[in-house]
């Protein structure tokens, strides 16, 4: 079984021309100062008039209790709003709350309904989750293809786990018919993005390949990098 990846306060999106965008940006920097009150004064205001990245930034200072007691009704209540608005990286922070039970029930199929909302939206870490909840059949049935198509989807946007996942995949031959060569490659490219896993499992399955395999893939792995993961073939 592979597991969720759990989220943190995202990166910044808004413009920063705006003051709305100033003032998130004011409050991420103090947060990343461990200020966490400068960052509740900074957020709460924008929260309450409805902006959603100010929401999801406020729920994580209650699910983690930074700045204000632990609550974790008002943080799922605060990503709920997120969420609604279709901000995708609350959808798939609800949906790992529903997956792992933090907080609130543990509801896998309405983990599956968050994350498929997230990754829907191009979300990579929504696109990950979602495969992992079809590799395990959790909330979904079991679908291998299924999970590979969304680890792949966020394996082209760099996202090193699910490169790691679909390197497995495909050692494994599950949904995608085993081949060691794409295996060794996005494993090489899992751990070249910094993912350890990916590191280990590609010196891992040299074990199983010739010296000629193994140039091979490296040159693939070179290949789709250098195309942006355009040529992965």
């Known amino acids: 079984m592979r597991s969720l990846l759990k989220v943190f306060v995202s990166a910044l999106v808004l413009s920063p021309s705006s003051v709305k965008a100033q003032d998130i940006h004011a409050g991420y920097e103090a947060y990343q100062?461990?200020?966490?009150?400068?960052?509740?004064?900074q957020w709460q205001p924008l929260a309450e008039q409805g902006n959603a990245l100010a929401q999801?930034?406020?729920?994580f200072l209650y699910a983690n209790g930074?700045?204000?007691?632990?609550?974790d009704a008002e943080a799922l209540r605060l990503f709920h709003m997120a969420a609604e608005q279709g901000y995708a990286a609350a959808q798939e922070t609800l949906g790992y709350?529903?997956?792992?039970?933090?907080?609130?029930?543990?509801?896998?199929?309405?983990?599956?309904?968050?994350?498929r909302l997230?990754?829907?939206?191009?979300?990579?870490?929504?696109q990950f989750n979602i495969g992992i909840m079809y590799d395990n059949g959790e909330g979904v049935p079991e679908d291998d293809s299924e999970a590979v198509r969304w680890f792949r989807l966020a394996a082209v946007q760099g996202y090193p786990e699910a490169q790691n996942n679909l390197g497995f995949m495909y050692e494994a031959g599950e949904g995608v018919p085993q081949n060691y060569l794409s295996a060794h490659m996005w494993y090489n490219i899992s751990g070249?993005?910094?993912?350890?896993l990916g590191r280990t499992n590609r010196d891992k399955i040299k074990a199983q390949?010739?010296?000629t395999?193994?140039?091979?893939?490296?040159?693939?792995?070179?290949v789709c990098m250098e195309s942006n993961y355009q040529d992965c073939d």
């Open 97 to 115: 709350k529903y997956a792992e039970g933090e907080g609130i029930p543990e509801d896998d199929a309405e983990a599956v309904r968050w994350f």
């Open 33 to 41: 100062a461990g200020d966490y009150q400068t960052a509740l004064e």
């Open 209 to 211: 390949m010739t010296p």
């Open 66 to 71: 930074e700045g204000v007691p632990k609550d």
């Open 192 to 196: 070249a993005n910094g993912h350890e």
């Open 56 to 59: 999801y930034n406020l729920g």
């Open 213 to 222: 395999d193994i140039s091979e893939a490296q040159r693939l792995a070179r």
């Open 118 to 126: 997230a990754a829907e939206q191009g979300y990579a870490r929504g």
